[in-house]
T-cell receptor
Framework: NAGVMQNPRHLVRRRGQEARLRCSPM?????VYWYRQLPEEGLKFMVY????????ESGMPKERFSAEFPKEGPSILRIQQVVRGDSAAYFC?????????????FGPGTRLTVT | KNEVEQSPQNLTAQEGEFITINCSYS?????LHWLQQHPGGGIVSLFM???GKKKHGRLIATINIQEKHSSLHITASHPRDSAVYIC???????????FGEGTQLTVNP
């Protein structure tokens, strides 16, 4: 059973370009979470999604950031018109979404560098 | 004040020492994770617990729900234990994680 997969592992973008980060949850998991780790800072929640539904996006910046988890395919975190401050490690985690099951499994992360 | 606080922020130990990292939280939680992160590396979940104590090899995690406090212990520490250890609270609704700032552990040979 493959773990949570993220790609790319490293992404370099110039200011103003778009960044697309992908997350494939563990098999059988229907809930995905995105977290951001800025340099020298702790992890922060961004967004929580179920298939075709955003459950909690209270941690997402109001502009330029969006996330989706379609019925088929991976979850996508999209950052438009990237700025240097977006440089960070972005981790996704998945869970089965069953009542009382709180374990989250993390992917290896995508390190975004904005030049 | 952060909802999840860890101490110490940095910890240096000699190989073989017993290590304790503490985590206090101020919100209602469903469970608490202890995570490990190596430099430039991914995040590994060490434990998830909602009560009592769990043990895995040289690692022990405890939680006291009434006192809103958890500890991670490492017995017979080894240089390969050097990493950042992070506690993360699962909210009462059972979804998002709220993270402590992490404890940077360095174990010297």
């Amino acid at each position: 059973n493959a773990g949570v997969m993220q790609n790319p592992r490293h992404l370099v973008r110039r200011r103003g370009q778009e960044a697309r980060l992908r997350c494939s949850p563990m098999k059988g998991h229907s809930h995905v979470y995105w977290y951001r780790q800025l340099p020298e800072e702790g992890l922060k929640f961004m967004v929580y999604l179920q298939k075709e539904n955003i459950i909690d996006e209270s941690g997402m910046p109001k502009e330029r950031f969006s996330a989706e988890f379609p019925k088929e395919g991976p979850s996508i975190l999209r950052i438009q018109q990237v700025v240097r401050g977006d440089s960070a490690a972005y981790f996704c985690a998945s869970s089965p979404g069953l009542a009382g099951i709180y374990e989250q499994y993390f992917g290896p992360g995508t390190r975004l560098t904005v030049t | 004040k952060n909802e999840v606080e860890q101490s110490p922020q940095n910890l240096t130990a000699q190989e073989g020492e017993f290590i304790t990292i503490n985590c206090s939280y101020s919100v209602g939680i469903s469970a608490l994770h202890w995570l490990q992160q190596h430099p430039g590396g991914g995040i590994v979940s060490l434990f998830m617990l909602s009560s009592g104590k769990k043990k895995h090899g040289r690692l022990i995690a405890t939680i006291n729900i009434q006192e809103k406090h958890s500890s991670l212990h490492i017995t017979a520490s080894h240089p390969r234990d050097s990493a950042v250890y992070i506690c993360a609270a699962v909210g009462a609704s059972g979804s998002r994680l709220t993270f402590g700032e992490g404890t940077q552990l360095t174990v010297n040979p």
